[in-house]
């Protein structure tokens, strides 16, 4: 880590951590100023890709939604969904409203889980001055006891209605391979309520917390739907304050673009002006403030939170405001509850049999936006897929956002500056894992 030069801000300061901690996969960053003007923002993701997309071409449809699971363990169902989402379109199954309930339920538990996780043990650290959830625990226990029960209950969702808790293995084309009795699921309700009371306490604990001052003027994309966006959604919503672009999903190559940079595994993702974009809590609430669970809506009011959230350091405020979203919206979901005579939808012989088929799929992961692309051949085969996850498309807005942060740190001790680049990077729950399924390799010279 470069030292500090005491001395005037005309000189270069380089704020850099080789391995970024508390965050999902491997990577770095680098700020770099000269005369106090950026000349270098770069989040390096140098975990090695996957290819994902690659692994699906060839494979039977009926295969994709295990498969895919396997790009995430802490959002598989965001995935699966995606994925089940997309070959229904291409395979044109309609799935009726108790199937789609029960994957919204599904969705929620992956919500609390994940949100969970980033709150009390990845992010919260950061705002109480402990290098990590284990120091942090021998002074605030409570926290920390908080944030792994409601895991837990999140765990134990995605355990009934998937199977198991990582990689759920029920999801399927057309619904599950076998849904849960109503006895079963109604188990859930008090663990739920007592979780939904966590998530209430957390969001008012959060809203509590300083938060470095920063203000962004964000252009915020999330899925529409008819409830707040969760596991579903054919349109795409870009806007700032006060406009909005509506995108179908399958014209998403037509606003969006993706490209290689030097410096990352990882695709980049921004508007074809070259606008870098949010994606994520944040982007929901934005578009979507007025389609909360009342539950929820009534702790934002009493925190008096805006809609438009401007500020990265309080994406932990919204996170928590999920929580409570999530865990309301479960007991509902469980509440009325009725199994579903069939688990899933089978699919129909196809009219052409000779044609290719495309389907599209967009759901809204903990971290934001997920959109898939698969085009299936003649006999069913994946013939081509495309993955474009959310930590890819607020990669470049965190390099920005970055940028817009220099002339603040510039006012501190270079230690405590590099710490607040690091805090601002996890504010977004960043899964790099999930950003380098893909990448252009050529071999030259084999």
């Not at 809506?297 to 996170?319: D, G, W």
Request: proline fraction near 6%; hydrophobic fraction near 45%; aromatic fraction near 6%.
């Amino acid at each position: 880590m470069s030292e500090k030069r005491e001395s005037s801000a005309c000189e270069e300061r380089t704020y850099h951590v080789d391995v970024l901690t508390r965050v999902e996969g491997e990577g770095r960053f680098v700020l770099q100023l000269e005369g106090g003007r950026v000349v270098r923002s770069e989040l390096a993701i140098f975990e090695a890709p996957r290819f994902s997309e690659a692994f699906l071409r060839g494979r039977d449809r009926h295969e994709v939604v295990d498969v895919v699971a396997r790009i995430c363990g802490i959002c598989p169902v965001a995935y699966q969904m995606s994925a089940a989402l997309a070959l229904e379109a291409a395979l044109e199954i309609s799935v009726p409203d108790p199937i789609r309930r029960l994957r919204r339920l599904l969705y929620c538990g992956e919500w609390i889980e994940s949100h969970a996780l980033h709150v009390f043990l990845l992010h919260a650290p950061d705002f109480l001055g402990f290098p990590s959830a284990i120091e942090m625990a021998a002074e605030h226990r409570e926290l920390v006891e908080r944030g792994l029960r409601m895991k837990k209950i999140g765990n134990a969702i995605l355990e009934t209605l998937g199977g198991r808790a990582t990689h759920p293995v029920s999801p399927r084309i057309g619904g599950f391979s076998k849904v849960p009795t109503r006895e079963r699921l109604r188990a859930l309700r008090e663990e739920l309520a007592t979780g939904l009371r966590d998530a209430e306490l957390t969001v008012a604990w959060a809203a509590s917390l300083p938060m470095p001052p920063l203000d962004v003027d964000y252009v915020y994309v999330a899925l529409d739907a008819p409830e707040y966006p969760l596991e579903r959604g054919d349109t795409i919503l870009v806007g700032r304050e006060g406009t909005t672009t509506r995108v179908p999903i399958e014209r998403f190559d037509e606003f969006f673009v993706e490209r290689q940079v030097p410096h990352s595994n990882a695709l980049q993702a921004t508007l074809h002006d070259g606008t870098t974009y949010l994606t994520g809590p944040a982007a929901r609430l934005h578009h979507h403030a007025e389609r909360l669970h009342p539950r929820a809506r009534a702790v934002m009011e009493s925190i008096a939170l805006p809609r438009s959230v401007r500020n990265p350091h309080q994406f932990l405020v919204v996170r928590a405001l999920e929580l409570v979203h999530a865990f309301a919206e479960a007991l509902d979901l469980v509440e009325a509850y009725v199994e579903p005579r069939d688990a899933f939808v089978r699919e129909a012989p196809a009219a052409d049999a000779t044609i290719a088929r495309i389907g599209f799929g967009a759901t809204e992961a903990p971290r934001g936006l997920l959109w898939h692309r698969y085009e299936l051949d003649e006999d069913g085969l994946v013939r081509d897929a495309r993955i474009v996850p959310p930590t890819s498309q607020n990669q470049a807005r965190i390099e920005a956002d970055l940028v817009a942060m220099a002339p603040a740190l510039l006012a501190l001790r270079h230690d405590e500056a590099t710490a607040l680049c690091e805090r601002l990077i996890r504010s977004y729950d960043p899964c790099i894992s999930c950003a380098t399924h893909f990448l252009d390799l050529r071999i030259e010279g084999a």
